[in-house]
Each structure stands twice: as C-alpha cells, then as structure tokens.
T-cell receptor, first 106, second 114 residues
Framework: KNEVEQSPQNLTAQEGEFITINCSYS?????LHWLQQHPGGGIVSLFM???GKKKHGRLIATINIQEKHSSLHITASHPRDSAVYIC????????FGTGTSLTVIP | DTEVTQTPKHLVMGMTNKKSLKCEQH?????MYWYKQKAKKPPELMFV???????INESVPSRFSPECPNSSLLNLHLHALQPEDSALYLC?????????????FGPGTRLTVL
C-alpha cells in the first residue's frame, strides 16, 4: 500500500468545469506539496501546505491534518490545465502519490 | 532566477557507453536531488546532496554515480546501464533538505538505453 494515495487516477473534464483532485496519506508529515507535470517531463511545484488553505489564481489547495487529507481544486478549468497532478508528502522522506492525469476538453 | 537546468534533454546510449547528466541551479539552494521516473509512475528518489555532501542514497545500483562538484552543479555519471534504466531523470533543488522546503524541478533528461 502506498503511503500517499490519490484519486481519481484519471479525470476528463469539459472546459470551465470545477475540478477536485484528492490526496490521502498515512504517514506523519510536516508539509504536503502539489506538483504539476506536463507531457514531456518538467515538474512545477504548485503549492506547499502545512495547514489550512492556499490560493493561486484558479488553483486552490486545502489540507486537513487531522484527517490526513488534501485537495487540489481548479476553478474554470482550461485545456492548458491538462497535465498530471502529483501530491507529495514530506515526512521522513518525500512520499509521492501516484498522480492524477487530467484532460480538459475544449 | 528560479530555474533548474538539465542537459542533455535527450540521451541515447548503448550498454557499454559512459555518459553524464548535468544539472545546474543558481538559486543558492544547498540541497539537490536526482529522481528517476518511469512512464506513468511518480518520480523515485535516487540521491540527495545536502551542502555538497551525499546525504541519501536510495539503494541505487553502482552503475549510477552522483557527483556534486560545487553548490550549483550536480552530475549523474552513467556506466554499463541496462535497458530497464531507460527513464526520465529529474533533478531538483531546495533551500534545505526536502523536509523543509519547496523543491524546484528541472525539465528532465529522457534517457534511452539500447
């Protein structure tokens, strides 16, 4: 069993839809990262959270430490949001989730 | 400058070749990382350098040899690789160990071993 689980594994949405990606973890952590990886490789760090909520443009990330759960929300989704979204928990090591592949259709 | 650069972008090598991957950052970060990523899988940590010293080696085979010549540069020397080593190799850096900081990733080197 992975220390970090994400759902859904794959997600297809129409442009403009509100999207939620979930991340649950089973280890003690000091922070959690949300990462975005476009086809071709490069990874971009979107958020690092240790509590509460952060917002950047159309992206919102929340974390509930008691429930060991984090969510990434995308409002007004756009085809350029199509990518793999990975959550990574920082505990004794960096635990990566399995990723959520998002496709936004125009 | 918030960029991590990696060269080459693509590399094809035979099993008897010796090659090196390079990673550079000028953000003053003191922790640097090598990851290996297979298709449709999350990155797997290979090595961590902290203050130019190897602090974590995740049981990586000796055919992969990391080197940190200075605080801005990280190399990964490759020798006698196997076809299953074909993957995307990602470099990252952070201000301190990952425990504390956001990691900045490079674009990766896509390695194919024939």
């Amino acid at each position: 069993k992975n220390e970090v689980e994400q759902s859904p594994q794959n997600l297809t949405a129409q442009e403009g839809e509100f999207i939620t990606i979930n991340c649950s973890y089973s280890v003690g952590i000091s922070a959690l990262h949300w990462l975005q990886q476009h086809p071709g490789g490069g990874i971009v760090s979107l958020f690092m959270l240790s509590s509460g909520k952060k917002k950047h443009g159309r992206l919102i990330a929340t974390i509930n430490i008691q429930e060991k759960h984090s969510s990434l929300h995308i409002t007004a989704s756009h085809p350029r949001d199509s990518a793999v979204y990975i959550c990574a928990a920082v505990g004794n090591q960096f635990y990566f989730g399995t990723g959520t592949s998002l496709t936004v259709i125009p | 400058d918030t960029e991590v650069t990696q060269t080459p972008k693509h590399l094809v090598m035979g099993m008897t070749n010796k090659k090196s991957l390079k990673c550079e950052q000028h953000m003053g970060h003191r922790a640097m990382y090598w990851y290996k990523q297979k298709a449709k899988k999350p990155p797997e940590l290979m090595f961590v350098y902290s203050y130019e010293k190897l602090s974590i080696n995740e049981s990586v085979p000796s055919r992969f040899s990391p080197e940190c010549p200075n605080s801005s540069l990280l190399n990964l020397h490759l020798h006698a690789l196997q076809p299953e080593d074909s993957a995307l190799y990602l470099c990252a850096s952070s201000q301190e160990n990952a425990r504390f900081g956001t990691q900045y990733f490079g674009p990766g080197t896509r390695l194919t071993v024939l």
